[in-house]
């Protein structure tokens, strides 16, 4: 089949890190994007990769969209907001500990599901429809009821929805919320991909079990539970595989290890339908990311064979 297509929605943020000497480089990531960006980079010329967000209409906004362009991935469906700007993060490090610090409150992406016409149009446009808890956590209440009010669309008329639940308790305005939002993102998807530390921390998960069950419970046919060095758990249809981690000599920096993963397993899995295999490809992706610096690892260091 010819010209698929993945759609990505969520928030893409302006990263700030130490660069020495009190200068900071300046990057651009986010759970969503990072994932995007590992999908195109596994995906093959079959597929068109796209990212929904909002964006302002100052230089910065600019240059993150031709950030993403350049690196493959459509940013026809993102909206311009006027007056509006990115969301920020800066990467703090002390005594060789990373702290956060962010500015994201008022940032454009938080008005990405404001039209509900052409979140439609995207969505009916697309194959695969990829979000995440922290999609759901930045947008106002009633905007994310819209989002998985067609999130809930598409899975009905049998396109691939995939939910990375991605539990930041301090994006939510209580647990309640959170716990309620994070459910109905699962149930409106097909395949969910959760982290096994941050579902036993926020939802009290006492084994990777739980989290399988409660989330198949909920409705979700599939579900792939991550949990660092040690390895994967499958559950597709109720058929359970367990995938080792790699292997790695060094760990130099763990971010984005998980949405790498999704990135490359979703990337194989929509060629192969062969789960195990796919999830035996992104544990390969993300060990070469978590012995790197940084949230996007280009592609030439990622192993990948062939164009
Ligand atoms: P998240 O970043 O969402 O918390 P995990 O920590 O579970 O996700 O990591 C996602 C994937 O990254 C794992 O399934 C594994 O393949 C790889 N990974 C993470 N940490 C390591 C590690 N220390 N050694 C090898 N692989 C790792």
């Known amino acids: 089949m010819n010209g698929r297509r993945f759609l990505s929605i969520g928030e893409c943020m302006v990263e700030l890190s130490q660069a020495g ?3 900071l480089r300046k990057g651009f990531a986010g759970d969503t994007f990072n994932t995007a960006w590992y999908a ?7 597929w068109s990769v796209d990212y929904f967000t909002a964006l302002g209409d100052d230089a910065m906004s600019d240059e993150m969209a031709a950030f993403i362009a350049e690196a493959g991935i459509g940013t026809s469906l993102i909206r311009r907001i006027k007056g509006r700007t990115p969301g920020l993060y800066m990467i703090n490090l002390k005594n060789g500990e990373r702290s956060f610090s962010y500015w994201r409150d008022s940032s454009a992406a938080r008005s990405l599901a404001a039209d509900p016409d052409h979140l439609r149009e995207a969505v009916e446009a697309a194959d695969v429809i990829y979000f995440s808890g922290i ?11 819209t989002l998985l009010a067609e999130i809930r669309r598409a899975k009905a008329v049998g396109k691939l929805v995939v939910f990375d639940p991605n539990i930041r308790p301090r994006l939510w305005s209580s ?19 959760p982290s096994f530390d941050d579902e036993a921390a926020h939802f009290g998960d006492d084994s ?31 058929e359970e595989t367990f995938v080792p981690a790699e292997k790695v000599e060094k760990v130099v920096d763990t971010t ?20 195990p295999a796919a999830a035996r490809f992104a544990a390969g992706v993300a060990a070469r990311v978590v012995s790197e610096h940084g949230a996007l690892v280009p592609r030439e260091k990622l192993g990948l064979s062939g164009g």
């Open 175 to 193: 647990y309640d919320v959170m716990h309620t939002t994070i459910s109905e993102g699962a149930r409106s998807s097909v395949l969910v991909m």
């Open 208 to 238: 990777i079990e739980a989290t399988v069950h409660r989330y198949r419970a909920l409705g979700a046919l599939n579900v792939v539970v991550k949990n660092g060095a040690d390895g994967v758990t499958l559950n597709f249809a109720g």
């Open 21 to 23: 000497d009190g200068l």
């Open 40 to 46: 195109r980079a596994c995906l093959g010329a079959d």
């Open 135 to 145: 999609t759901l956590a930045i947008l106002p209440q009633e905007d994310a009821a």
């Open 256 to 275: 984005s290890a998980g949405d790498s993963f999704n990135g490359a397993f979703l990337a194989r899995y929509l060629d192969s339908e062969d789960a």
